[in-house]
């Protein structure tokens, strides 16, 4: 593996000294292994005509982790050295003080791989970077005369792991990541709107930009913004709501995602915990959480724990199926990891994560669902959402919406928040379409302080009743 | 240990050594350690032990009106040396913007007030396990109590921030933080609500029983909610949420948001912007405060701004680039606002409560619904409906809208101002919002 980051090359600890370290700390405990971590990034950023922010940044470290039963002892440091390491080593052994545990070496292998080991920020100049953004400026200024201001930005990354478990054995993987956002502000007749838009995956910046093909998210954002220019206050109250295809399936992340992770439900903490092998969606209703989808911002080849990642069913045709496991909470429900074990960095310890969730096609068309409602909303884009997993509320932000009259589409109408209960929504649901589409490639996930790369999709639907939080009675 | 002023010292200049001899004309640089500890329990239980040893650097180089910047973790000088190389050439690469530069020499902090922000105690584990089983063990309490999830976390950080001009200073400071997750359950509904502390020394955190009563007291009273229908009502915002809405406030004054153009705020500095009686604060040097500095991030001083008086705003939150651009000086708000928080009003918490014979008192609030370009407010919401004085009922599912221009013209504060965040605002009400419900 040339490309493979050697963590032990500059320090003064040796490949076969930390694998004893990690051996001998982990010899009583259930599980838990060391975890090395090197990550380079950069931010380029256009704003107001000028490129504001060129950085780079280079984050090397090492996470150590012991379990014992239900307790997980966890030490991290930047440095990757013997003094360090068996300082960590003496931080997990006191914590965990009379631990007679068996060291689980069981991990399933695959040669799958999910994406090419690459590293996007070596791959275009920064020249070419600026050259690009400074298009993209140039492109959507002259497009329209009532653009105040354009924001535009590249985030690459490339970030190599490797998980050194108890008697030594490796796991690598080395992940690439890209971004490319544009936000533009348009004022016309003192009212100001924006629109956001952005692509991104885990291959090279090339595959974004080629062909022009950036002029199509410029365009995006700025039809998005031009469509709140015209928009008027959306309404207040419980009322029929549709969604459209692709990134409005934050709504499946939140209403039953969050609360399908599995250490909310071993702690019983998720409004889910009791309903496994219930129904908790309409019939034609299938989710699933897939980190194997080839190139997607949310798959990974293998979990930061080193379990290859799977297509886990999480509800099928209604009925409650799996909940999303790391190792950890895995053995304590009597249950196998589903390769969900993510954590944003070295700093931080493993918890059950979603990677891409999904809610697959059914067989109507989003006209049907249109049609088939009198009052309500047609909800097209949106900025992000919130759950509430023990109540089960959750919110979601559309940044781009329509009335919906007599089975037409109406006025584009203002950001509101929608909200729902997450356990019952899904039964709400009376129209799958046939129209599934993948996120364009954005999102992050936020739990206990930890933002990771996630994906959803879902086919339009229709949802009989939410709340739509706007002003208007 | 968290590492002294020499180490940090002498990585600091051999950064600004290197940058200058690689063709930087100016650059500044920010190096940081920051030592945690944390124990967490659960029902009753150890749960997770983690202990953290983050240091940073973060270097901006300049060639002329050029810049760019690198940070990383790794401070081994063969790192810092690809790294700089590295930054210098992408200085000379990326294209000028006039605005850029090192602050002015005459606005960087010349003295470093001992603001009492460092407590020496080291709280072992032990200590920290004391603490925690006395706070679950006061909330457990209740037989409704399901699972109870709770953590102490001892922090100590140091830095220093040096520039080509010759800045060069930086302080150790200190948290201890305790916090409490609790679940209560009844045959309708299942619920969850915390209660939390922080300081800069040990001695002033809460009482470990206090918290952990006070978090279930917290939970047990949201169960069985309901929803109700939409109207427009007052609300009240408990003082935890209502200092949120000070925080949108702080963005958008802030003088990026301003010279960008993207704050519904933009031009309204001398205009009154919130209801008559309405002061806003930003005081830096209170002592032990959890906002405290002697100055930015970029050295500037800080200075205590009256924000808003009377109603009226006065200040922008301004740092050295945007400042250039609007062609105002920095007043040290690189990095945001210190311990910011709106004065106390007149009346008591209690005839807050009174002053409507039916209003909404909301505990919690989730989506990320405010947007300053416009001023549009729309955020999902939990609390309790209020009539005459007293909570009636919990209410959940339902959401609260508005615009903050309106809103900002019709809040009545109560006397009720904490310090328990960096950002306080004493209980909030305001009227004119519409609840989304039923």
């Not at chain 1, 920064?126 to 924001?151: A, C, G, P």
């Not at chain 2, 940070?71 to 200085?91: R, Y």
Request: hydrophobic share 35%.
């Amino acid at each position: 593996m040339l490309s493979m980051n050697n963590f032990f090359e500059k320090s003064d600890i040796s490949r076969s000294e930390a694998e004893n370290i990690v051996s001998d700390t982990l010899s009583k405990c259930d599980d838990g292994e060391l975890y090395l971590e090197n990550t380079k990034s950069e931010t380029l950023l256009l704003d107001d005509n000028k490129i504001k922010n060129s950085s780079y940044n280079s984050d090397l470290g090492f996470g150590f982790r012991a379990i014992s039963d239900e307790i997980v002892a966890y030490s991290h440091s930047n440095e990757i050295s013997k003094n360090s390491l068996r300082q960590s080593s003496e931080n997990l052994k006191s914590t965990l003080k009379s631990v007679k545990g068996t060291y689980n070496h069981e991990i399933p292998k695959s040669n799958k791989k999910y994406y090419d080991n690459i590293n996007p920020i070596e791959q275009k100049s920064l020249n070419e970077k600026i050259k690009i953004l400074n298009e993209v400026n140039n492109y959507l200024r002259s497009k329209d005369n009532n653009i105040k201001q354009v924001t535009a930005n590249f985030l690459g990354e490339q970030k190599s792991v490797e998980i050194i478990r108890s008697g030594g054995e490796s796991l690598t993987d080395v992940r690439p990541l890209i971004r490319f956002n544009v936000s533009v502000m348009l004022e016309k007749n003192g009212r100001k709107e924006s629109g956001v838009y952005g692509v991104g995956g885990r291959q090279s910046y090339d595959f974004y930009l080629k062909d022009e093909n950036w002029k199509s998210v410029c365009d995006e954002a700025l039809r998005i913004a031009s469509v709140n220019l015209e928009s008027k206050p959306a309404p207040a109250g419980e009322m029929k709501v549709v969604l459209g295809p692709g990134w409005p399936a934050i709504l499946i992340h939140e209403a039953v995602g969050h609360g399908l992770e599995g250490d909310f439900n071993r702690k019983k903490t998720s409004a889910f915990h009791n309903l496994m092998g219930q129904k908790v969606a309409s019939e034609g209703v299938t989710i699933v959480d897939d980190g194997t989808i080839d190139n997607r911002r949310g798959s990974l080849t293998i979990d930061d724990e080193g379990t290859p990642t799977e297509k886990t069913v999480l509800i099928e045709n209604g009925i409650l199926k799996n909940f999303m496991q790391d190792r950890l909470n895995a053995r304590l429900m009597k249950t196998r990891s589903t390769g969900s074990g993510r954590r944003e960095n070295y700093r931080h310890i493993v918890l059950p994560r979603m990677r891409n969730t999904m809610m697959l096609s059914g067989n109507q068309t989003q006209d049907e669902m249109i049609k088939a409602v009198d009052k309500g909303i047609f909800a097209v884009s949106f900025g992000g959402g919130q759950v509430d997993i023990t109540s089960g509320k959750f919110v979601f932000n559309c940044t781009e919406a329509y009335e919906i009259v007599n089975g037409k589409i109406g006025s584009p109408i203002k950001g509101a928040t929608l909200i729902g209960d997450g356990p019952s929504s899904l039964k709400e649901v009376s129209m799958v379409g046939n129209d599934m589409m993948m996120d364009p490639g954005i999102g992050t996930c936020g739990k206990a302080g930890q933002g990771v790369p996630v994906g959803v999709a879902q086919p339009s639907i229709l949802i009989n009743k939410m709340t739509v939080g706007g002003t208007k009675l | 240990m968290v590492k002294d002023q020499e180490f940090l010292e002498k990585k600091a200049s051999y950064c600004l050594g290197l940058a200058k001899k690689l063709g930087a004309t100016e650059s500044s640089v920010i190096v940081n350690n920051s030592v945690s500890e944390t124990v967490n329990f659960r029902n009753k239980k150890l749960d997770e032990s983690n202990r953290s040893d983050d240091l940073g650097i973060s270097i901006t180089t300049y060639i002329g009106k050029k810049k760019s910047s690198i940070s990383s973790s790794n401070l081994l000088d063969d790192n810092l040396n690809i790294l700089i190389e590295k930054c210098v050439e992408a200085t000379k690469n990326t294209p000028e913007d006039e605005f850029n530069s090192l602050p002015d020499k005459d606005l960087l902090a010349k003295e470093v007030k001992d603001l009492s922000l460092y407590d020496d105690t080291h709280i072992e584990n032990d200590q920290k396990i004391d603490y925690l089983k006395k706070l679950e063990l006061a909330a457990s309490n209740d037989k409704k109590i399901v699972n109870t999830e709770s953590s102490f976390t001892q922090n100590k950080s140091n830095f220093i921030l040096a520039n080509t001009e010759g800045f060069c200073a930086g302080y150790k400071t200190s948290s201890f933080t305790a916090s409490s997750v609790i679940v209560a359950k009844d045959e309708k509904s299942m619920e969850r609500d915390y209660e939390y502390s922080s300081k800069c020394f040990f001695k002033d955190l809460d009482d470990a029983g206090e918290l952990g009563k006070q978090a279930a007291n917290q939970t047990i009273r949201k169960l069985s909610p309901k929803k109700i229908g939409s109207e427009k009502i007052a609300i009240i915002f408990d003082k935890r949420i209502a200092k949120g809405i000070l925080s949108t406030f702080a963005s958008a004054i802030s003088s990026s948001a301003i010279s960008r153009g993207t704050s519904f705020l933009k031009d309204k500095v001398n205009q009154k912007i919130f209801s008559d009686s309405i002061n806003v604060l930003d005081k830096p040097d209170i002592i032990k405060g959890l906002g405290s500095r002697n100055f930015d991030k970029e050295g500037v001083k800080t200075d205590t701004l009256k924000l808003v008086e009377q109603g009226v705003l006065k200040h922008y939150l301004i740092d050295t680039y945007n400042g250039k651009k609007l062609n105002l000086k920095s007043n040290g708000r690189f990095g945001g606002t210190s311990n910011l928080y709106f004065e106390n009003g007149n009346i008591s918490f209690k005839d807050l409560l009174n002053s409507k014979s039916k209003s909404l008192y909301i505990t919690e609030t989730i989506g990320h619904g405010s947007n300053i370009v416009t001023g549009d407010y729309s955020v999902g919401a939990t609390g309790f409906l209020v009539e005459n004085g007293e909570f009636k009922y919990p209410i959940n599912e339902i959401t609260i809208a508005g615009n903050f221009k309106d809103m900002f013209q019709h809040i009545t504060l109560a006397n009720d101002l904490e310090f328990k965040y960096a950002t306080n605002s004493p209980t909030m009400m305001i009227e004119g919002m519409v609840v989304a419900g039923k």
